[in-house]
């Protein structure tokens, strides 16, 4: 068989399986073994690829990062951080004119250097946001729009999941990755800033004018504005280890969950049952993380047997056109895959195939790895499958007064956050410095 015919049947039959419901780990296990299988003729070949995926593709130390950085996020919730972050971020915008839907905004991005996961932030300040926001007379929908936009922060802003996975597909070191978002996680917290301010003028009567400080507010302005303090510090000692070179991510995401485990302790919120609940979690999404990873490995490779990696690097080689429009197919692509697919899932489908090309053009993969989970995480909020939405929805179910909130309604209000990331997006890609700038000082 040629190598068109084996790359177009695997592919063909990779997305029967994915839309039929299989989940995506079957799905890439079984479409290598049948792509190997074609390529070389021998069913045993087949199988020992996937038995040698399987026990090389996550024996790596620096994939102990995963469990560890998973874990300091859920610590760092049990033990009351979200609540302190934004109250202490409400507190300090108070008098600003959209000041909580700034706060959330902030909070989120604090609290995305904790947590590295999306949909549990949109989870998270959905209670912590919603109510405040509501008792204040925000418009709903920019209200639930505020929330499931701003929490994609939790990919992109270090440490991330989606870096981690990205690092190990495409051999790029997770710390340098980790130092690169910096920009770019700052860029983006400021551009929904500066959308809250413009849709502040552009529909006043969407968000109320300032509040002034209450006596009591007053009184305990500083205790408030400080007592987030241990996980700020908690932050800036595991990131900053990394970047300074004092830790490798896997040693930084060890010192970050111990430190959020102390902070659990100090702050007097351990019970047996949440502890025990925590590590449950933390071991589920790692572990289906892991298997991910694993299956993708067996994928990558069956890419490179049968050829298909170069028959695709050839093709878009041979264009042409300049690189920078290779690059915008690929970010066009990744959006349409965010529309349907989950974020992990594309990177990990994606990577083997646009990674080559890319190097083989001469582009800095650390650069193009946030470019590419910004334009992915797009996807978190547009429908129709956008997780962030279905996130605030589901917390929603169990609010009070909430039941009759349309996941429609919550995708209208996350649309000016999407413009936003896209224009961000094409900035990372026309400034790479945005990107590149603190890597190449580390």
């Given amino acids: 068989m040629s190598i068109g015919f084996i790359a177009t049947l695997s592919l063909i039959l990779l997305l029967v399986l994915i839309f039929s419901g299989v989940h995506l780990c079957t799905s890439l296990m079984f479409t290598s073994v049948i792509g190997v299988w074609l390529t070389t003729g021998r069913f045993a070949t087949a199988m020992n690829v996937l038995a040698q995926s399987a026990w090389g593709a996550v024996r790596s130390y620096m994939f ?9 996020g859920m610590f760092a919730n049990m033990s009351g951080a979200s609540r302190d972050l934004y109250d202490a ?33 949109a989870t998270i300040f959905t209670q912590i946001a919603l109510p405040q926001m509501t008792r204040l007379n ?8 505020t929330i499931a936009g701003s929490a994609i922060l939790g990919m ?14 495409a051999d790029v070191s997770i710390g340098k990755l980790f130092v690169a978002a910096i920009g770019p996680g700052l860029l983006m917290t400021l551009a929904f800033i500066i959308t809250i301010r413009i849709i502040a003028v552009l529909k006043p009567d969407w968000i109320p004018q300032a509040e002034s400080l209450t006596e009591d507010e007053k009184r305990n302005y500083w205790k408030i504005v400080l007592k987030p303090w241990p996980i700020v510090l908690l932050i800036v000692v ?38 025990r609940n925590t590590m449950l979690n933390a071991g ?26 170069n028959l695709l690097s050839s ?26 697919l989950d974020s992990t899932s ?8 646009m990674v080559p090309i890319l190097r083989n053009m001469g582009y800095d993969l650390v650069w193009w790895g946030i470019v590419m989970i910004i334009a992915i995480e797009t996807g978190m909020i547009t429908p129709p499958f956008g997780m962030n939405v279905f996130a605030v929805k589901s917390t929603l179910s169990n609010m009070k007064g909430m039941n009759d909130i349309t996941v429609g309604e919550i995708f209208s209000g996350s649309m000016p956050y999407l413009i936003a990331m896209i224009i961000v997006d094409l900035m990372c890609i026309f400034i790479p410095a945005v990107v590149t700038f603190f890597p190449s000082i580390m």
């Fill in 64 to 72: 102990g990062v995963i469990p560890l950085f998973v874990l300091m």
């Fill in 89 to 121: 971020a409400s507190l300090l915008m108070k008098r600003l004119r959209g000041g909580v839907a700034i706060a959330t905004v902030v909070a989120n991005a604090i609290f995305a250097a904790i947590t590295g996961v999306t949909v549990a932030s």
């Fill in 138 to 145: 925000y418009k709903r929908k920019f209200s639930l729009g």
């Fill in 156 to 169: 992109l802003i270090p440490p991330s999941l989606l870096m981690i996975v990205y690092g190990a597909q």
């Fill in 238 to 275: 595991s990131l900053g280890g990394i970047w300074g070179g004092f830790f490798t991510p896997t040693e930084a995401g060890g010192v970050g969950a111990f430190g959020a485990f102390l902070l659990v302790i100090f702050k007097r919120k351990f019970n047996w049952k949440d502890f």
């Fill in 284 to 309: 589920q999404t790692a572990g289906s993380v892991l298997i991910l990873m694993i299956s993708a490995s067996t994928y990558s490779k069956m890419l490179s047997m049968c050829g298909i990696i």
């Fill in 315 to 340: 093709f878009v080689t041979g264009l042409n056109v300049a690189p920078v429009f290779v690059v915008l197919i690929f970010i066009l692509i990744l959006m349409v895959l965010g529309c349907i």
């Fill in 346 to 353: 594309i990177i990990l489908l994606t990577s083997p195939l």
